[in-house]
């Protein structure tokens, strides 16, 4: 049968019957056998001849258009380059597609997507492509990344670098890890600071995520901005924070209020990048379960600044955990914790780790049970009044002893109350040895 003849056959045929033929060929339905007296037995091969022709050109035109027939319950293959830290098993998995336009919805329902069994969805680019996302559970959030490449061979990567003296999320927008770079680059840099500064300039495009204990809003605007003192950061209406200097590198900063502190997002770009945009809008807190503080990396590498060292060395800190609390402790040998000593402050509950080669470089918790917001800083002037304490514009207290010793309390919720720290160090050190007490204020974390 020729081509023309074939269209010609198929342009005489009732669709009732083509329904009828495909109904058959997946079972719906039943073709009853309907004999009609008077029929020529041509007339019922003729019929015959064209349900199997039809059924024949239905087929190879399904076959041609598969590929381009959208697959709701397809899932895509993972690219490689997105390490996923605590990933939860990929079972029962549900997908969700959602555009750009309608993220600030979701977000504002709740949980913006992220039940426990949803661990992958869609969100349609401009161009209306359906762009594949996966979940990423950190310590304090959860999001939802890119993570398969784009045509020019460029993905969202993920890495936990230090921020200033904060362990942070990232995300850097590249074609290698920081690790690939360092061996395939033909410039020579001293340590691997000094490489990272020059993979961030090769690849400037990043998403930054990290937490801070600040108290309020204009506290934590101050510490950014003294992250970028080179930078020109202006408020927006919201609160939060871009560039304004014309440098090559834009910066928006987005702030979430969450237990004890703030959630900060940082987005790096040279371009806008639509993709960039849409995952940070799917950052959620997460509810923290009461033994969060056990799901903390065993180890994390700090940058460690003073005088003789302009870039920094990289140091490894280890995991303190005590009951209710946590924090890091460098892994030098010269730290003692005192928890399995009784000790009281102002008849409190309290741990202290101290410095077994300077006994001027502590670190104490003290367990403030029952207390409420209003009564912590008025607890810690009463307790140093004798030496002129400070409050300071973050809720901290700040303190001089007569020995030139600097001590600062800060203050951080738990369920039953609050818990102080008080981080103190000698002021003629306070470049070279200030670094490790504040590392240990800065990573102490509650359970809630």
């Known amino acids: 049968m020729t081509e023309q003849e074939l269209f010609e056959l198929l342009g005489n045929l009732d669709s009732r019957y083509i329904a009828e033929a495909q109904g058959f060929r997946s079972g719906r339905m039943q073709l009853q056998r309907v004999r009609k007296k008077k029929k020529r037995m041509q007339h019922i091969c003729a019929l015959a001849a064209m349900l199997v022709v039809s059924a024949a050109v239905g087929f190879l035109v399904r076959f041609y258009f598969a590929e381009n027939w959208l697959q709701s319950k397809q899932t895509p293959e993972t690219s490689t380059m997105l390490s996923v830290q605590d990933a939860a098993p990929a079972t029962a998995a549900t997908q969700e597609t959602f555009s750009a336009e309608t993220q600030d919805e979701s977000a504002a329902a709740g949980d913006a997507g992220t039940a426990s069994n949803e661990l992958e969805r869609y969100y349609v ?39 200033g003296d904060t362990q942070a999320d990232r995300l850097t927008y590249t074609k290698e890890t920081l690790q690939d770079y360092i061996e395939s680059v033909t410039i020579s840099a001293q340590n691997e600071d000094g490489y990272r500064k020059l993979y961030e300039q090769a690849y400037p495009n990043s998403l930054t995520v990290l937490y801070r204990p600040e108290k309020d809003l204009e506290s934590i605007q101050e510490w950014v901005r003294q992250m970028y003192p080179d930078r020109v950061l202006e408020d927006s209406s919201k609160g939060n924070l871009y560039s304004i200097d014309g440098a090559d590198v834009k910066l928006e900063v987005f702030f979430t209020q969450a237990s004890g502190g703030y959630l900060v997002e940082i987005r790096a770009f040279t371009d806008q990048l639509e993709a960039e945009t849409a995952m940070g809008e799917t950052i959620a807190l997460r509810e923290i379960p009461a033994d969060s503080t056990d799901s903390r990396p065993d180890t994390i590498e700090f940058t460690i600044y003073n005088s003789a060292e302009e870039s920094g060395k990289r140091e490894v800190f280890q995991l303190l955990q005590e009951d209710g609390w946590s924090t890091y402790l460098p892994m030098d040998g010269n730290w003692m914790d005192l928890s399995s000593y009784s000790q009281k402050i102002d008849g409190r509950e309290s741990t202290v780790i101290l410095n077994t080669q300077d006994y001027s470089l502590r670190f104490t918790v003290v367990k403030l049970e029952n ?22 514009k973050d809720g901290s207290v700040s303190i001089e002893d007569k020995e030139g010793n600097l001590l600062t309390v800060r203050f951080a919720k738990y369920t039953g109350g609050y818990y102080a720290t008080i981080s103190q160090y000698p002021i003629s050190e306070i470049e070279k040895l200030s670094t490790y007490i504040e590392i240990m204020a800065d990573n102490f974390m509650p359970d809630f």
Not at 376 to 387: S, T
Request: hydrophobic share 35%; with cysteine; net charge negative.
């Open 125 to 163: 680019n401009s161009a209306g492509e359906q762009i594949h996302m996966t979940l990423l559970e950190c310590s304090r959030f959860r999001m939802y990344v890119i993570d398969q490449p784009d045509e020019n061979g460029l993905g969202w990567v993920y890495s936990t670098v230090t921020y």
């Open 371 to 392: 207390m409420t917001e209003s009564q912590c800083v008025p607890w810690a002037m009463e307790l140093y009044k004798d030496l002129s304490p400070i409050e300071l």
